[in-house]
């Protein structure tokens, strides 16, 4: 009877086994073929040797039945210039993937181009193809390629990349670490030379000579190496100008934007003069700095001479703290210039801060020519002037702000600082701030209100122009 039982048990489990078996399907794939978020990927100028961001698309499976990816493989395999992740793994070659119904997976690419010595843009494209249900589909992979001059200083192991002379600018010149102007030594950059610079990464001029020569039409432009459209406004991309103890220095022409100090200036050479200026700035805009437009710093006690800037037909705006700051005192001169607020961020103040102390050191210097004329000092906040001095016999503080428009929930009136005209609360009516236009309307606060007797040396406006007489407040005439 046992066995009976036993038997029929066994012949009911391998019946089930069998009826379940026969009523499972097999699996059935998709036959339609893929989707492709976008059926090109394109990288904006690419610099040699540095690798890009990475860009990414999407595969679409949009029937309702899984589909199965033969092959998915990068054309130019492991010679390309391109490298592709697919769902979270790199390689050349995948097989046999699937995507469920209504489902989707991420294609992520970079690309690194190679050198070719050359001066002209390159463009280097290769495909990612996709086998499915017997059909071939691609999506295009394309980059834009320069050539360039490559400066790298390492600090921490005294690699250090010195220049003087005159640099080319037949290519880019890109800049990891710094690149450094030594101890009593020149450099010249040339008209059109274009400055790409790595995070964090400075130009350093260490007790030399450093001379930015651009033209009208022609400017140096400074920013960082990143070229794809969503760097186009980031600030803090990279360091900036930063000046030890330099010795007399000009900038003419450049762009300067996105930094982080777009001019630093710590100390001057004690070879200098005392009338010398460290750094003479003329028709030139900086845009966006994360901290500040220019930073003129002589809080160490250590400078044998402190900092001296001149600034003409120049633009500072939308700095993330000060479009100019003075700490430690020092002398500076700034004729027909703006110095812009509207800057974003919790950390923004007074477009101009001017002190003559650093509490840090305990410095206290002079400040023999604290003089700005015919220029607008005008942004978001109530006060767009700051000014914190500490008196002493020893020290001279001299002032003269005269002829500027200026944004001041309160009307300052020393006399020692606020010399003849100058204009409170106005607007200047900018045409775009966001966009970087600083013309403007004929209801502006601006026009006909500089004082001739300071002059610009170029008898011009920043684009060139004839100043109107009287000539207008600012770097741009009506």
């Known amino acids: 009877m046992k066995k009976h039982i036993i038997f029929s048990f066994y012949l009911i489990v391998i019946g089930f086994g069998l009826s379940t078996t026969s009523c499972k399907k097999p699996l059935s794939y998709s036959k339609s073929n893929l989707s492709f978020s976008q059926d090109t990927v394109i990288f904006d100028t690419i610099f040699t040797t540095i690798g890009s961001v990475t860009k990414r698309f999407k595969i679409y499976n949009n029937d309702s039945k899984t589909l199965k990816i033969d092959q998915i493989s990068l054309a130019g395999g492991s010679n390309s210039n391109f490298r592709i992740n697919v769902d979270g793994s790199p390689g050349t070659n995948f097989a046999n993937l699937e995507i469920e119904s209504k489902d989707s997976l991420f294609v992520f690419v970079d690309v690194t181009i190679d050198p070719n010595n050359g001066t002209t843009p390159l463009i280097v494209e290769d495909q990612v193809i996709f086998s499915t249900n017997g059909t071939e589909q691609s999506v295009e992979l394309v980059a834009w390629g320069q050539d360039a001059y490559f400066h790298y200083s390492i600090f921490s192991i005294d690699s250090l990349d010195l220049n003087e002379g005159v640099w080319p600018n037949d290519k880019p010149h890109v800049i990891y670490g710094a690149a450094i102007i030594d101890e009593g030594k020149t450099l010249d950059i040339q008209a059109g030379t274009q400055i790409y610079m790595h995070k964090n990464a400075l130009l350093y001029n260490f007790k030399g000579t450093l001379n930015i020569n651009g033209t009208l039409g022609n400017e140096v432009t400074i920013q960082g190496d990143r070229l794809e459209a969503f760097y186009d406004d980031v600030a803090g991309q990279y360091y900036g100008i930063y000046m030890v103890e330099a010795r007399p220095s000009s900038i003419n022409y450049a762009i300067i934007k996105n930094a982080t100090s777009g001019i630093h200036i710590n100390g001057a050479n004690g070879s200098n003069l005392p009338t010398d200026y460290t750094l003479t700035v003329t028709n030139t805009k900086i845009e966006n700095s ?10 160490d006690a250590s400078f044998a001479q402190a900092g001296r800037l001149k600034a003409e037909n120049t633009i500072i705006s939308q700095s993330g703290i000060h479009a100019l700051i003075v700490l430690g005192g020092g002398d500076y ?10 800057g974003s961020g919790d950390a923004v103040s007074a477009s ?5 102390f650093f509490n840090g050191t305990g410095v206290v ?4 020519e604290g003089t700005i004329t015919n220029s607008v000092l005008y942004g978001n906040q109530d006060y767009e002037f700051a000014i914190d001095t500490i008196g002493d016999p020893a020290i001279t503080l001299n002032f003269h702000m005269e002829n500027n428009l200026i944004k001041s929930e309160e009307i300052l009136s020393d006399p020692s600082i606020f010399i003849g005209n100058n204009y409170w609360n106005e607007s200047p009516v900018f045409k775009d701030i966001y966009s970087y236009d600083f013309g403007y309307w004929s209801t502006s606060g601006l026009i006909g209100r500089a004082n001739p007797t300071f002059p610009t040396a170029f008898g011009v406006d920043i684009n060139g122009a004839a100043l109107n007489s009287p000539p207008d407040i600012g770097a741009i005439k009506y």
Do not use: P, W
């Not at 001169?333 to 509207?342: A, I, P």
């Not at 101009?352 to 003559?356: L, P």
């Open 333 to 342: 001169n700034f004729n027909h210039c703006n110095l812009l607020g509207y």
């Open 365 to 368: 210097r002079s400040i023999n």
């Open 352 to 356: 101009v801060g001017v002190s003559n």
């Open 290 to 299: 994360a901290s500040y437009g220019m930073f003129l710093y002589n809080g």
